[in-house]
């Protein structure tokens, strides 16, 4: 990649090109488009059971950077722009990133050997990796099929043992091989019980192919307390487990969701066991970047050299039992940003938890639907693009562009903004109109959407503002805020 090219994709100013492309060669300086600087080393956490000093920013593998300098999310079918992830694990590694967490099913198969390629140019001892069973289909939930998805993880990573091995997605419910739909428990019952793979998995941690045996949990909050139960009775042991944890799902994450549970409950459960806790998700997929612009006035005012995401990474480090925040950081300048954000650490104050937990209330309020964008939905049968179709709607909310009163005077601008915008980033043959309830989504989400029902919902509304009528989209009444 020429240097024009590799300054263009971090998309900083020119007076600070120099220092941030130093960082990458060798020098210490970090810059980013924050006025903020780092004022020490990467703040780390020490594991319990290992010893293992790991950096409270981790990098999430999920989101790597593909050719023509858009992100997966943009042009999922892209080639991974293998030269900007050595880049960037470069540069994460020489400012203190030392965990990096993949899996075999992110960017469609390809994270575990781009990971691997990026990595394997450092010390083994530089580094520590986390990857996970990643069993969701019903023709990998034999034993064997365990065995090889693990084995394969080793060679794409190009590793000899994985430091943080994961079962993924407990909880989730799945469609069996015939399409039955099965709840969370059965769903883990047959990935992980039934098949033996668990036993299987603690065998190789003794024989030292995983140091650390985990799981990551969605949904089904009967799983989560059983595995908690397992190792409360010594039937099995968990070194370290991954919630979603942010300063909106403390409180609402059941009330966005009903088949969600409120971080609240999750972090509090591993805490008063000692078990650490690794962080997904402290932006939500995003959504607490990009919030209402009052609300980002409001940050500002408080805060004006940080970002809003900074205020969300400040947050999710500040619980003493997290071990590590997952990033995906799919572009440099937001790498470089979340690096001055953990060196070091400044933690949440009272005052500042208190503003945060208002925000919440205002976001939730905001009765936007509560998709990450992990494209766990994707593809669609139908050519549907699901995440953009969502993002697009969320979007349209936190600008004011929602339609809800036609003798309104910002009716006309806010039903133009709508409808131009959804052709402008949904083709028209991949909208919602296009659903035909089938269904095959909703089981691969981790935020449990109804997706066939948000998509009739969104269809309707968009379909109203055409004929110059403007039905909402159902949506939850307000509720008193949390304290």
């Given at each position: 990649m020429?240097?024009r090219?590799?300054?263009?994709?971090?998309?900083?100013?020119?007076?600070?090109t120099?220092a941030?492309?130093?960082s990458?060669?060798?020098?210490?300086?970090?810059?980013?488009?924050?006025?903020?600087?780092?004022?020490?080393p990467?703040?780390?956490?020490?594991?319990p059971?290992?010893?293992?000093?790991?950096?409270?920013?981790?990098y999430?593998m999920?989101r790597?950077?593909?050719?023509?300098?858009?992100?997966?999310?943009?042009?999922?079918?892209?080639?991974?722009?293998?030269?900007m992830?050595?880049?960037?694990?470069?540069?994460?590694?020489?400012?203190?990133?030392?965990?990096?967490?993949?899996?075999?099913?992110?960017?469609?198969?390809?994270?575990?050997t781009?990971?691997?390629?990026?990595?394997?140019?450092?010390?083994?001892?530089e580094?520590?990796?986390?990857?996970k069973?990643?069993n969701?289909?019903?023709?990998?939930w034999?034993?064997?099929?365990?065995?090889?998805?693990?084995r394969?993880?080793?060679?794409?990573?190009?590793?000899?043992?994985?430091?943080?091995?994961?079962?993924?997605?407990?909880?989730?419910?799945?469609?069996?091989?015939?399409?039955?739909?099965?709840?969370?428990?059965?769903?883990?019952e047959q990935?992980?019980?039934?098949?033996?793979?668990?036993?299987?998995?603690?065998?190789?941690?003794?024989?030292g192919?995983?140091r650390?045996?985990?799981?990551?949990?969605?949904?089904?909050?009967?799983?989560f307390?059983?595995?908690?139960k397992?190792?409360?009775?010594?039937?099995?042991?968990?070194?370290?487990?991954?919630i979603?944890l942010?300063?909106?799902?403390?409180?609402?994450?059941d009330e966005?969701?009903?088949?969600?549970?409120?971080?609240?409950?999750l972090?509090?459960?591993?805490?008063k066991?000692d078990i650490p806790?690794?962080?997904?998700?402290?932006?939500?997929?995003?959504?607490?970047a990009n919030?209402?612009?009052?609300i980002?006035?409001?940050?500002?005012?408080?805060?004006?050299?940080d970002?809003?995401?900074?205020?969300?990474?400040?947050?999710?480090?500040?619980?003493?039992?997290?071990l590590?925040?997952?990033?995906?950081?799919?572009?440099m300048?937001?790498l470089?940003e979340?690096?001055?954000?953990?060196?070091?650490?400044?933690?949440?104050?009272?005052?500042?938890?208190?503003?945060?937990?208002?925000?919440?209330?205002?976001?939730?309020?905001?009765?936007?639907?509560?998709?990450?964008?992990?494209?766990?939905?994707?593809?669609?049968?139908?050519?549907?693009?699901?995440?953009?179709?969502?993002?697009?709607?969320n979007?349209?909310?936190?600008?004011g562009?929602?339609?809800?009163?036609?003798?309104?005077?910002?009716?006309?601008?806010?039903?133009?903004?709508?409808?131009i915008?959804y052709?402008?980033?949904?083709?028209?043959?991949?909208?919602?109109n296009h659903?035909?309830?089938?269904?095959?989504?909703?089981?691969?989400?981790?935020?449990?959407?109804?997706?066939?029902?948000?998509?009739?919902k969104i269809?309707?509304f968009?379909?109203?503002?055409k004929?110059?009528n403007?039905?909402?989209?159902?949506?939850?009444?307000?509720?008193?805020?949390?304290?």
């Amino acid at each position: 990649m020429e240097r024009r090219e590799f300054l263009k994709r971090l998309g900083i100013g020119a007076a600070a090109t120099s220092a941030v492309v130093a960082s990458c060669t060798g020098k210490k300086e970090i810059t980013s488009s924050s006025t903020r600087q780092a004022i020490g080393p990467m703040t780390t956490r020490r594991n319990p059971a290992t010893g293992d000093e790991v950096s409270l920013l981790g990098y999430g593998m999920m989101r790597l950077p593909v050719m023509g300098g858009v992100s997966g999310r943009e042009n999922p079918d892209a080639d991974i722009d293998q030269e900007m992830v050595n880049r960037q694990v470069d540069y994460a590694i020489e400012h203190g990133v030392n965990y990096f967490d993949t899996s075999p099913a992110y960017c469609q198969g390809r994270s575990e050997t781009a990971t691997g390629i990026a990595l394997s140019r450092h010390k083994r001892s530089e580094y520590f990796i986390a990857t996970k069973l990643s069993n969701f289909s019903p023709n990998t939930w034999s034993r064997q099929a365990g065995q090889d998805m693990f084995r394969n993880s080793l060679k794409y990573l190009k590793v000899e043992y994985v430091d943080y091995l994961l079962l993924h997605g407990t909880g989730m419910g799945a469609a069996d091989a015939d399409g039955n739909q099965l709840s969370g428990m059965e769903a883990f019952e047959q990935r992980y019980i039934n098949n033996g793979i668990l036993d299987w998995l603690v065998e190789q941690k003794r024989a030292g192919k995983i140091r650390n045996l985990g799981f990551s949990y969605h949904g089904d909050i009967d799983v989560f307390n059983l595995l908690l139960k397992w190792h409360d009775e010594g039937r099995y042991h968990w070194d370290f487990v991954q919630i979603e944890l942010n300063y909106l799902d403390w409180w609402w994450a059941d009330e966005i969701n009903p088949r969600n549970t409120d971080a609240k409950y999750l972090y509090e459960e591993l805490a008063k066991r000692d078990i650490p806790a690794v962080i997904m998700e402290p932006l939500l997929g995003g959504r607490l970047a990009n919030v209402p612009d009052p609300i980002v006035a409001r940050m500002k005012a408080r805060r004006p050299e940080d970002s809003v995401a900074t205020w969300a990474f400040r947050y999710a480090g500040s619980f003493d039992k997290v071990l590590t925040v997952l990033s995906g950081m799919t572009y440099m300048e937001n790498l470089v940003e979340n690096c001055i954000t953990y060196s070091s650490l400044e933690p949440i104050t009272k005052e500042e938890n208190d503003f945060l937990m208002e925000i919440s209330n205002e976001i939730y309020n905001l009765k936007t639907i509560p998709c990450n964008e992990c494209n766990y939905c994707m593809p669609c049968p139908y050519g549907l693009n699901i995440p953009a179709i969502f993002s697009h709607y969320n979007k349209c909310i936190k600008e004011g562009n929602i339609p809800e009163n036609r003798k309104s005077p910002e009716y006309a601008r806010q039903r133009r903004a709508f409808l131009i915008g959804y052709d402008r980033s949904v083709p028209r043959l991949r909208q919602a109109n296009h659903c035909i309830g089938c269904g095959q989504c909703s089981p691969h989400c981790p935020q449990r959407i109804d997706i066939p029902n948000e998509m009739r919902k969104i269809d309707v509304f968009v379909e109203g503002l055409k004929r110059n009528n403007h039905p909402m989209p159902d949506g939850k009444p307000e509720i008193a805020p949390k304290a």
